[in-house]
């Protein structure tokens, strides 16, 4: 995206600022729009988790954010007399949607105290604004999201498609594991759900909402007895006992733990205290999760399911 940013630099679109990005007095802007759709609020917590250990990674309603921070010194010594340091950033926004627009700000280096000893601070700052730009490109879902369009837009083959992401993002620094895994295709064989589902790996929550008729579309799976009261929970769909693949818990209190992203909200709705803690190490979407220790107290009130964010649960009448 360096090169692309390179004729573009410190422009605005009319659109964008209909989108509410807008310039700062003073401040120098640069923005890239890329054809691609993204609204999942997964994949966006896949670009986040993916690089959290190489930027200051963090998200706010459709927009994502990452910093770089890096340290100025106005002599190499610093126990020489008249030492001084200071901590300078520069922060780039993805703003998401139906097209995806990348955009960073370059603020006077007043913003950080009086350090007019810095030497080509702005250029330094739109340098490793490209970085991160090329860095996200290079590594995240964006990069899939980029060769599919290549792809589809200028029929180009897969193998060029890639090349031509390496070509555009020269910055990029190479983030191990950062990128989702691909999602393996549905097998068109009914009988094997269950092996797909050991083979799909996922990095983050899967979108929800919770499939309702689970039952009939997931297999049985190994049930689980709660250690406390020795109620036995069935599941469906659950795979091995590493927690990746959780499937769906509890027959009339039903919660998909593959989408469920554990914010408590069902635990302190439920009047009863149907729920409890329970660790599940290893899983994309939150290593805990509400577990229906109590699932026979239930009253079917509905509280848990009305205040689930991702839609992760449901509730049955129990027939008598």
Request: proline share 8%; with cysteine.
């Amino acid at each position: 995206m360096s090169l692309l940013l390179k004729d573009r630099i410190y422009t605005m679109e009319s659109t964008t600022a209909k989108r509410g990005v807008y310039p700062l007095h003073g401040y120098k802007l640069g923005l890239y729009r890329l054809p691609i759709k993204l609204e999942d609020p997964a994949e966006m917590k896949s670009i986040v988790e993916g690089l959290k250990k190489t930027f200051t990674m963090d998200t706010f309603a459709d927009r994502v954010y990452a910093t770089y921070t890096w340290t100025e010194e106005n002599m190499p010594d610093p126990d020489a007399k008249g030492y001084e340091s200071v901590q300078l950033s520069i922060t780039v926004e993805i703003v998401t949607g139906e097209v995806v627009d990348i955009i960073y700000q370059i603020f006077p280096i007043e913003k950080f105290g009086d350090q007019q000893w810095v030497k080509d601070y702005r250029k330094k700052a739109d340098y490793y604004a490209k970085m991160i730009i090329d860095t996200i490109l290079r590594n995240t879902i964006l990069a899939d999201k980029m060769v599919e369009y290549f792809v589809k837009t200028e029929k180009m083959e897969q193998e060029a498609a890639l090349k031509k992401l390496e070509e555009i993002t020269p910055l990029a620094k190479i983030v191990p594991n950062a990128k989702p895994k691909p999602k393996v295709e549905a097998p068109t064989d009914a009988a094997q759900p269950q092996a797909a589902a050991a083979a799909e790996v996922r990095d983050g929550a899967k979108p929800g909402p919770i499939d309702v008729d689970y039952k009939s579309h997931m297999p049985p799976s190994t049930p689980y007895t709660v250690p406390s009261n020795k109620n036995v929970i069935k599941t469906w769909g659950r795979v091995g006992t590493d927690n990746n693949t959780l499937g769906v818990w509890g027959e009339f209190v039903a919660v998909d733990f593959d989408i469920c992203i554990a914010d408590g909200a069902c635990i302190d709705a439920c009047p009863v205290g149907v729920y409890e803690w329970f660790d599940t190490p290893g899983n994309p979407a939150s290593e805990k999760k509400p577990l229906m220790a109590r699932e026979p107290d239930c009253i079917f009130c509905l509280a848990c399911e009305g205040v689930c964010p991702p839609q992760a649960i449901k509730i049955f009448q129990r027939k008598s």
